[in-house]
């Protein structure tokens, strides 16, 4: 079946700029995850959606950085007047939240962000 | 989430059996073992995970020490398309991943 999409694949941007990245999880998954990835650095969990309610914000970076789930399904994540340091690979993943544990996360490709 | 420990790097040859460790001593009982990968430039990719018994799927076998504080993921015969950065993950179900270094896995032909 369909994995996770997100789109852009590639996003090149001016700093000052406002990014819309989105996410497209597996359907019927009701948990989603972002994550982002600087260049040559780990994963870092950004914000988690239970439904369309993101019960874990604590780390978005910053109050440039926002997130939104409608329908229970896509995702944006939004960063305004976008920075140099804000260039990085941002991931979504998802997971089928069963509430009988076991709830893996699925990543998507990903999305490739160059702030000049 | 507990914290893991693996080796930076690990080399292995192909057609043979890579074995990475991890080390999970702080791990808390109801914490899973979770083992992604990343090749480069693409999203990690799901390998396997498990809570107490061993696991074994299409892609790897995962052999967790009784007491839980350690494990290896076993690719039993290794390609060099297995190369990649192995992650090793301690987490309760339904929470967000710590992603460590990891590992990085290098199949030689």
């Known amino acids: 079946g369909a994995g996770v999409s997100q789109s852009p694949s590639n996003k090149v941007t001016e700093k000052g700029k406002d990014v819309e990245l989105r996410c497209d999880p597996i359907s019927g998954h009701t948990a989603l995850y972002w994550y982002r990835q600087s260049l040559g650095q780990g994963l870092e969990f950004l914000i988690y959606f239970q439904g369309n309610s993101a019960p874990d914000k604590s780390g978005l970076p910053s109050d440039r950085f926002s997130a939104e789930r409608t329908g229970g399904s896509v995702s944006t994540l939004t960063i305004q007047r976008t920075q140099q340091e804000d260039s990085a690979v941002y991931l979504c993943a998802s997971s089928i939240s069963s509430g009988r544990g076991q709830e893996t996360q699925y990543f998507g490709p990903g999305t490739r962000l160059l702030v000049l | 989430d507990a914290k893991t420990t693996q080796p930076t790097s690990m080399d292995c040859a192909e057609g043979r059996a890579a074995n990475l460790p991890c080390n999970h001593s702080t791990i808390s009982g109801n914490e899973y073992v979770y083992w992604y990968r990343q090749i480069h430039s693409q999203g990690p990719q799901y390998i396997i995970h498990?809570?107490?018994n061993n696991e074994t799927n299409e892609m790897a076998s995962l052999i967790i020490t009784e007491d839980r504080k350690s494990s290896t993921l076993i690719l039993p015969h290794a390609t060099l398309r297995d190369t990649a950065v192995y992650y090793c993950i301690v987490s309760t179900s339904g929470s967000r991943l710590t992603f460590g270094e990891g590992t990085q896995l290098t199949v030689n032909p």
């Open positions: 498990g809570l107490k």
